[in-house]
């Protein structure tokens, strides 16, 4: 019975001896993620101050969200955000490692160039540039009035403020650009013979062979491409400082505006939960649709 | 199997939104943070008393925000601290102002603030409103020379009996002219409120659509509208924690601020958003003179003065008569000195406070940096050497003259001033006439209503 239970033991050693290489990582993100993720949902059911502390518990952070009207707009800003920049970035990634999969002259050039913003893109530096291309008598506007056309005041109109911030991310496609370009790559080229055979063009073959067989990944840049975008922070603190009147205040700008400016965690906290809670949802939306539309090699259908 | 490889990806894809959640963080850190050691031994805090000297040989630190100038004067009244009293060690830490007070505030709520810091006025409401962030001062008037101090300025330093901070310099808002545009449009700088109307026009006319006589930004304008409001009803904008003037009153107010963009006295705040700059003193129109005139504190213009371009004149105004028979305007306490509650060293820390605020050698050295010095012998030391920036001196002294109201702790309170707050709404909406002025002041009633209520 002993022997049994040693072996058994010494089994479970060894199945499980990877645990040991991933110890530090552990360790670090019990600290780092899974610490603070559990304290934000404690904080999320309190009046949490930074200076006052905890008074009260309840549900009444969450009310207070849905019925604070500058939050749930800036819901909508950040629906609305997302739901232009992730299918726009997308579409400019795959189109452009499309291109950049022909054997082109230095196209490792091209390849380069178009993956330096992703690397620029989240920095602080950049987005300050950002601000001084859109402002009024920046490089855009000045371009615009060489071809007689008077220039919109970008920063300035609600209305097209939001779109100078979709824009920055839009341009940074190349992370999701170099996925593809793998994915481009690992597409058996008998199939574009076979289907040139058939007599399909260039578009019909990108349609019908490409597209199909890189759904994974077009999958896989969907979801992360959705968390990223709900979660962007920078474009509306540095370029447009969430204004003019709020219209690009995103949700993650005033998690941070709650929580670091009026200090109040519990408030912060609970916002962040619902935008967790709508990733969630969105996530798990996208992984029930994927049996309709994502092809993998190894499915049983 | 095809089950549980399902769940396994969408356990996956769940734990990166979660990971990814962590990462909303402030990545923007611009503040130059430097700390120094200097060169004397770190000697740890059990070395005991030389009685000899009357201080601990130790380790402090000490923090504060600040431009260029301010930065390299405090360090150098910190080295000749370190100089005149070998043992003592000090830390710093400083920055600019932008996002200085978000970095503070979670130190002072997580306790490791260092033991000396500038701080802004409010911050006493804001952190310590049961006076138990910062030490009480009265607590070492033993070693800092709390005489030196006009006993109704510190008044407005503390909670209950317990002084939670040092008064450095009083200040208020005034006007400030670019001298050069107003020549160059044939006219004076303007002396009352009627005289500032008609610059409108006439910049307009002369100069052209890109020149105002005026610039405000929305926080800007709230000041300038209590200051309006103070000269002519002659009250205090909260009295006894309660808004103290009626909704037609404030609609005047918000009237008057409105027809300073109708009649070309000051750009939209579309115009400067549109100008693409993070503050005025960063704006070319500012910088070239196309906007000619700020209401600012007095102790912070120097750093518009600096910010013109070269053969440009700014000169100190006065403040309306015409805007009613009051004196209107405010003056607060522009930034304090506090020891906080935990330090070990409370005796050496206000053995620096006290170089830097009251001894000859310290206050030579920072004369003007902080504002004219509320400290008389600071005062009187850079008086007698000639050492106080002149504009900065007329400015504060008209400021000091003239302003007769108070401001209420809760006027900065980060819900009203912040970008996202009411004050942010009210302008914002009004310049781009989104609210009626009927509207916009219903929207300050009930946000000034609010926060007073928290």
Known sequence: ?301 | MKLAKRFMALSLSALMALSFAGCGDKTSDTSATTKANSTTKAADSNSGTDSGKGYEDCEISISWWGGDARHEATIAAIEAFQKKYPGITVKYNYGAWSDWETAMATQFSSGTAPDVNQINWNWIESYSSDGSTFLDLNTVADTFDLTQYPEDKLDLCKVGDSLQAVPVSMTGRIFYWNKTTFDKAGIGVPTTNAELLAAGQTFKDVLGDDYYPLSLGEYDRMICMVYYLESKYGKNWVENGALNYTKEEIMDGLSYIDSLEDNHVMPTLAIQIGDGADSLDKNSKWINGNYAGILEWDSSATKYRSALAEGQEMVVGNYFTDWGSNQGGFTKVSLGFAITATTKHPHESAMLMNYLLNEDEGTTLLNSQRGIPLSAAALANCTSQNLLDEMVAEANSKVLAWCDYQLDAKFEDSSLKGSDGVYYDVFGNLSYDNYTVEQAADALIEGVGATLSK
């Open chain 1, 1 to 301: 019975m002993d022997s049994a239970a040693s072996t058994h033991k010494s089994k479970f050693f060894k199945r499980n001896v990877g645990l040991f290489f991933i110890l530090i990582w552990l360790i670090g993100f019990i600290i780092f993620k899974v610490y603070p993720f559990a304290t934000s949902l404690y904080y999320s059911f309190t009046d949490m101050h930074l200076f006052n502390g905890i008074h009260k518990f309840g549900l009444f952070q969450y009310e207070k969200v849905f019925t604070t009207s500058k939050i749930m707009k800036s819901l909508k800003i950040t629906f609305k955000y997302a739901f232009i920049t992730v299918p726009l970035k997308l579409i400019a990634a795959l189109f452009i490692a499309y291109i950049l999969n022909f054997k082109i002259k230095g196209v490792n050039f091209f390849r380069t160039a178009y993956y330096v913003p992703s690397i620029l893109g989240g920095s602080v530096a950049v987005a300050v540039l950002w601000k001084a291309v859109f402002k009024n008598d920046g490089i855009i506007n000045t371009i615009l009035g060489f071809f007689g056309v008077e220039g919109p005041n970008w920063l300035a109109d609600p209305g097209k403020a939001l779109w100078v911030i979709c824009l920055l991310r839009i341009w940074q496609f190349g992370s999701s650009m170099v996925i593809f370009l793998a994915a481009l790559k690992g597409v058996p080229a008998d199939l574009y013979e076979a289907a040139s055979l058939d007599g399909a063009g260039k578009w019909r073959q990108f349609f019908s062979v490409t597209i199909p067989l890189i759904t994974p990944v077009i999958f896989y840049n969907l979801v992360t491409q959705l968390c990223q975008a709900f979660q962007e922070f920078n474009g509306p603190y540095i370029i447009t400082n969430g204004g003019p009147l709020q219209s690009t205040s995103l949700v993650a700008y005033f998690v941070y505006k709650y929580a670091f400016e009026q200090y109040e965690m519990g408030l912060a906290s609970a916002i962040s939960w619902i935008l967790f809670l709508i990733l969630l949802v969105l996530t798990i939306i996208a992984f029930v649709s994927q049996r309709y539309w994502v092809y993998y090699s190894d499915d049983e259908n």
